[in-house]
């Protein structure tokens, strides 16, 4: 949010106030409108994909996508993300308007969000489908998985672990539990003596500095002692 441009952090705070006056309509006229122009910005998407499974909870006919990207279909959609991944994304939305847990168009929009290089967006995107089945083990694995690529291990787990809880036989998610405490604490000695390293640099600095300032301080002395010596000669 600190990141908008002021004319739509404008919008965000109608939209914030909208959503929790569910008014679902309004809420994705701006979102959307938001999401266009900043497709990063994960907090709206969160909120209009919300709003988006509200509204469709509360009617029976379903809803119609507001947005202004053009209907390609998914299959058509597909096609266009090796193109013109952004393009891809902005018409993805289009589809998951009409139907937010979609799982093939979420799963196409985390491949449209990889290839341009928006991992934040991927992971909401898959987010997206285990939310939609609690009991999808192949979501969570996939959604694990995504997190051990961009060095997140720690989230990694955490989805390894729900698919323990759903089947603690699932020996790839056994093996995932393994690998992703490995890196986690592999990352997290990393830091740590990146933190002891820097400390030790910051001792040695402040040695050398007073090493200096001794010398000169001496330096300085010896100085004084001389001129006292030749003006008594």
Known sequence: ??????????????ASKAAR????????????????????????RRVLRKAQIQRAAGSKRGFGGKFHAPNL???????????DPAG????????????????????????????ADMPDLGAFALQTIADGNAKDKEALKRLAKHYMSFEEPA??????????AL????LEAVKGVTDASARASMIKNKVEQGGMKRDSD????LEISSRQQLTKDQIEEQLTEWGAKYAED
């Open 1 to 14: 949010e600190s990141d908008l441009p002021p004319r739509l952090k404008e919008l965000w705070k109608k």
């Open 73 to 83: 279909g998914l299959l058509k959609i597909k096609g266009l993300i090796a193109k």
């Open 21 to 44: 006056a569910q008014n679902f309509d309004y809420v994705e006229q701006l979102v959307s409108n938001i999401i266009q122009q900043e497709p990063a910005f994960i907090d709206g």
């Open 155 to 164: 989230k990694a787990l955490e989805m390894f672990n729900k698919v323990l």
């Open 202 to 205: 910051e001792m040695r600095r």
């Open 167 to 170: 089947d603690n036989s699932d």
């Open 88 to 115: 891809a994304i902005i018409a993805l939305e289009d589809e998951l308007a009409k139907d937010p847990t979609n799982k093939q168009a979420n799963s196409l929009l985390y491949d449209a969000a990889i290839a």
